[in-house]
């Protein structure tokens, strides 16, 4: 809990961006279920009645027309949402990567030469290069990870049950 309080501080001047991004990762999870609901239509009102023995009459191919036209355009409204919300990630990420680089620095500057002494020269590299990588995966990568698996997984659930409670 320590850590997220600690990134929290310092996404100080991107919290409202983060916290739209993480947002927006909710109503993009959901919205994946849209695509289901526009293909189950398409089978329902078109090809089911096809296989069974009915012909293609004009009015049930502008219906597909219009189905696979909603489809199309909604899938690129989710995906050019989808990707403002991982600029947005990305963009905080990066400034919270650039305001810890500059703490850093500055405080590896102040400090003295028995500092530099006593610590290897690999492992303050790599405490100031691999493990600020890591803090900026973990804003931008895993926490979206995170919110979109469990709000997919819950919403998939409630749409299993609203199908059918036995499946």
């Known amino acids: 809990?320590?850590?997220?309080?600690?990134?929290?501080?310092?996404?100080?001047?991107?919290?409202?961006?983060?916290?739209?991004a993480l947002c927006s990762t909710v109503l993009i999870s959901m919205m994946a279920l849209v695509n289901s609901?526009?293909?189950?239509q398409i089978?329902?009102?078109v090809f089911t009645?096809?296989?069974?023995?009915g012909s293609v009459t004009p009015a049930l191919w502008s219906r597909?027309?219009?189905l696979v036209s909603l489809l199309i355009g909604f899938t690129l409204f989710r995906t050019s949402f989808h990707y403002l919300s991982i600029i947005t990630y990305e963009t905080c990420s990066q400034k919270l990567l650039f305001k810890l680089r500059r703490e850093l620095y500055a405080n590896m500057q102040a400090q003295d030469s028995s500092f530099f002494s006593k610590n290897r020269t690999g492992d303050l590299m790599t405490r100031l290069s691999a493990d600020l990588d890591w803090g900026r995966h973990f804003v931008s990568y895993l926490a979206y990870m995170v919110v979109d698996?469990?709000?997919?997984f819950l919403s998939t659930l409630l749409f299993f049950?609203?199908?059918?409670w036995k499946l």
Do not use: H, I
């Open 1 to 20: 809990m320590f850590q997220m309080k600690w990134v929290w501080k310092n996404l100080e001047g991107c919290r409202k961006r983060y916290v739209f």
């Open 37 to 40: 609901v526009l293909t189950a």
């Open 43 to 45: 089978m329902d009102t």
């Open 49 to 53: 009645p096809v296989q069974q023995g």
């Open 64 to 66: 597909l027309v219009f």
């Open 149 to 152: 698996c469990s709000v997919m």
């Open 161 to 164: 049950f609203t199908v059918s």
